[in-house]
């Protein structure tokens, strides 16, 4: 595995891979992997020629600065996980090398912006826009990957395609989850042991809402569901919206509704969903 830190080092080497005829498949993440990440790899090391994963902390989508500052930092279990799933090209950027200048952060994305993790942090998304615009100007990937347990996100990110007229496909890669239901998440790093165990209520509380869903009244329905999470958890939102135009569902008689929830337990912000047809 090549690690590279250079924009135009990275630019020059997927260059003439690219005139090579290959295909480049790249996954972002934030470092802390688990094997959500490493499922994304694997799938792509069977579809494409070329791998590349970044490992970077964004300082401007973090609305928190204590959340920046104690997101987990793992490198070198990471390069080593990279490396056995046979990743090809880590690319490990500083933030002056992402940002030689002042990202641009007033993008207009409407309901995006107002609605669960844009109501809840703001600023965020703006944040994720500038930096996956920056990675798909440096890297130019076929196709990118990433995971619906950042499903809103990712409808940032499919906004970012059609608005700046990227040629990228984005592969929307399944949520995966441990062994009781909890999404994986590089943030579960930061919970105890049983922490974990207390988190799979998430998982618990949002299939109780799928099996639900049209038996009970929506209060009646989200009320039941936070009862599971108990005293534990302290909530920013447990809401049922429309998966497409993300505005709140009413009635059970939606076409693609969707179950968010972002709550702390023990300090440590989760977030998950579920679509609930």
């Known amino acids: 595995m090549q690690v590279i830190k250079s924009t135009k080092e990275l630019d020059n080497q997927l260059d003439q891979l690219k005139k090579d005829g290959h295909q480049v498949a790249f996954i972002a993440t934030m470092g802390a992997l ?24 964004n300082p401007f989508q973090f609305n928190r600065k204590e959340d920046f500052e104690t997101y987990p930092y793992r490198l070198e279990q990471d390069k080593a996980l990279l490396i056995k799933n046979r990743c090809d090209i880590l690319f490990l950027p500083s933030v002056d090398e992402m940002y ?12 995006l912006s107002t609605t ?7 600023g965020h998304f703006a944040g994720v826009v500038a930096v996956v615009s920056r990675f798909f ?6 196709i990118a990957y990433f995971g619906e347990k950042d499903f809103q996100q990712v409808a940032v990110i499919k906004w970012l395609v059609k608005e700046f ?8 890669f399944s949520t995966v989850r441990d062994s009781n239901g909890l999404a994986l998440s590089s943030r579960n790093y930061n ?27 929506l209060n009646q329905l989200l009320e039941k569901a936070k009862s599971i999470l108990g005293e534990d958890f302290k909530l920013d939102y447990f809401e ?33 969903n579920m679509s609930l047809i």
């Open 34 to 57: 688990h094997e959500g990440h490493l499922e994304m790899i694997k799938d792509a090391k069977q579809k494409y020629d070329t791998v590349v994963c970044s490992i970077f902390v």
């Open 100 to 111: 030689p200048n002042k990202p641009k952060m007033d993008y207009k994305l409407g309901e």
């Open 116 to 122: 669960l993790e844009g109501e809840h942090r703001p």
């Open 137 to 142: 100007e440096i890297i130019k990937p076929t």
């Open 165 to 172: 007229q990227f040629d990228i496909k984005v592969e929307v």
């Open 191 to 217: 919970l105890s042991e049983e922490g974990k165990k207390k988190a799979s209520l998430i998982y618990k509380s949002l299939e109780y809402c799928r099996k639900n869903y049209k038996k009970e009244n």
């Open 240 to 272: 049922v919206v429309d998966e497409e135009t993300f505005q709140t569902v009413k009635e059970a008689n939606q076409i693609k509704p969707r179950a968010f929830i972002a709550a702390y337990l023990e300090g440590v912000r989760l977030i998950d």
